[in-house]
């Protein structure tokens, strides 16, 4: 697997390689100093830092048309995934693929990458433009999650695997794991369903009551109920997620009328 990953980082190296060229003068060296402390090494190359943190919305305010950080978090995706996995893998001998796979995607999803960004102080260094700046908190968690999986991509390239290993390690997978966050079932429908059918009651109904916003930032409630009774309502940006809301609403007012 490390041959596999020395290829891809060839091939990548060749390509940023070129980017060496974009100002460093994008961050100043006590940003670079602060992010040595972040990653827990010196650092080589200072190019793939810089892409790293370069939003695709602060091109217009560079000649380069290319240098945003999506393909560092591709690469970077790949490494956490490879890291998870084998932290895994070790960690639960006797669980199966289902297990892992579950438990990997809890640990890599968008909002613990967030989480983990956002503890490092990773928001401080991104490079975006100004009018993205302005309504930042509207995409934050996609836009750190994102940085953050360039800035492993970076770190990949510049010091290897081993040094991933050791920072997503102290970063993301301990604290998750010593917290216990990874094993918490959250498919809140999933466990309302159990409720209903343990108890013998009706399945639960979800009935979207309310959508709103513009086209491109829709946002759903939904109602959930039980014998036609309305025990959850819930919002989100697509009905999905709306209707986990709704079922965690109505899991929590359920276990409140148990206590």
């Known amino acids: 697997m490390d041959g596999i990953f020395s290829r891809i980082k060839n091939i990548f190296s060749r ?3 070129k980017k060496n060229k974009l100002s460093k003068k994008l961050l100043t060296s006590q940003q670079f100093y602060d992010l040595e402390k972040i990653i827990g ?8 830092y810089v892409q790293a943190l370069i939003h695709r919305s602060f091109l217009e305010e560079l000649d380069e048309d290319d240098a945003s950080n999506e393909r560092l978090e591709f690469l970077g995706d790949a490494v956490l ?23 990997r995607a809890k640990i890599v999803n968008r909002n613990s990458l ?9 928001v401080k260094f991104l490079l975006i433009n100004q009018n993205l700046s302005n309504t930042f908190s509207r995409g934050a968690k ?22 991933c290993r050791t ?28 409720y209903a059918q343990a108890n013998k009651l009706d399945l639960p109904n979800y009935k979207v009551i309310k959508e709103e ?47």
Do not use: W
């Not at 967030?114 to 990773?122: D, F, K, M, N, R």
């Open 41 to 48: 090494c010196q650092i080589k190359d200072q190019s793939y």
């Open 142 to 163: 996609t836009v750190l999650s994102d940085a953050f999986e360039a800035l492993v991509g970076a770190l990949y390239l510049d010091q290897g695997l081993d040094a």
């Open 167 to 194: 920072f997503i390690r102290k970063v993301l997978i301990d604290p998750i794991v010593e917290a216990g966050e990874h094993l918490i079932d959250e498919n809140y429908k999933s466990q309302l369903l159990e």
């Open 213 to 259: 916003g513009p086209q491109h930032e829709r946002i759903f409630t939904v109602q959930v109920s039980i014998d036609n009774e309305i025990i959850g309502i819930g919002t989100g940006k697509n009905k999905k997620s709306a209707e986990q809301n709704a079922a965690k609403k109505a899991m929590e007012k359920i276990l409140k009328s148990q206590k």
């Open 114 to 122: 967030a989480e983990s960004a956002e503890e490092i102080g990773l």
């Open 81 to 103: 995934s490879l890291v998870t996995a084998e932290y895994l893998f070790h960690l639960y001998p006797d669980k199966d693929e289902g297990f892992l796979t579950k438990v």
């Open 15 to 17: 390509r940023v390689s």
